[in-house]
């Protein structure tokens, strides 16, 4: 199985701070990577798909990047609404797998 | 409106089966490759199983395969997960999510709320 490895596990952040979540896979995936946003007890949802493309309704201060095996999310002017975990997952293999999560917490 | 509703959880017994049903509405659900994912309480998000648009391709995760069967009905617009064997491990919320998308690779963008299965003695 692909693994995904994200880090960090947990951040604490202001509003208004740029915040940046990394997410590293076992192999090359090229571009498979979305990002997922999820607040307790809620569904998750899709923020980035493609490691870069913003599904449609987020918000354009979220961003992705990377290739291969190195992949970032990026949020900049980080709002009230954005505390919440987030997880990367990868679709190159059709085994999904999603990284372990980074929980992001008001400083 | 766009929806997708679980049900069919409950408190198990180890050992024993139990089958999952996701009700789909608002949407071309015949055009929508179809996942399961779970989540543990405290944890992460686990990828259970996929079935693709066309019942052609079905995927499982290796802590399910051989004990948990994904399969959907294009004419009543359900998604269901029958899981057999089940564990303690297994105790999670499970989601049903899917997106119209032939080849899975982009993600997942319509979620239910879960459904949540408690396998315990």
């Known amino acids: 199985d692909i693994q995904m490895t994200q880090s960090p596990s947990s951040l604490s952040a202001s509003v208004g701070d740029t915040v940046t979540i990394t997410c590293r896979a076992s192999?090359?995936?090229?571009?498979?990577v979305n990002w997922y946003q999820q607040k307790p007890g809620k569904a998750p949802k899709l923020l980035i798909f493609?490691?870069?493309s913003l599904q449609s309704g987020v918000p354009s201060r979220f961003s992705g990047g990377g290739s291969g095996t190195d992949f970032t999310l990026t949020i900049s002017s980080l709002q009230p609404e954005d505390f919440a975990s987030y997880y990367c997952q990868q679709s190159y293999s059709s085994l999904w797998t999603f990284g372990q999560g980074t929980k992001v917490e008001s400083k | 409106q766009v929806q997708l509703v679980e049900s069919g959880g409950g408190v198990v017994q180890p050992g024993t089966s139990l089958r999952l049903s996701c009700a789909a509405s608002g949407f071309n659900f015949r055009t929508y490759g179809m996942h399961w994912v779970r989540q543990a309480p405290g944890k992460g998000l686990e990828w259970v199983a996929f079935i693709s648009y066309d019942y052609s391709r079905m995927y499982y995760g290796h802590s399910v395969n051989s004990r948990f069967t994904i399969d959907r009905d294009n004419s009543r617009n359900i998604l269901s997960l029958q899981m057999n064997s089940l564990r303690g491990e297994d105790t999670a919320k499970y989601y049903c999510?899917?997106?119209?998308?032939?080849?899975?690779?982009?993600?997942?963008?319509?979620w239910g709320l879960g459904t949540t299965v408690t396998v315990s003695s």
């Open positions: 999510a899917g997106r119209e998308d032939h080849y899975s690779k982009y993600g997942v963008d319509v």
């Open positions: 493609g490691a870069s």
């Open positions: 192999q090359s995936i090229s571009n498979y």
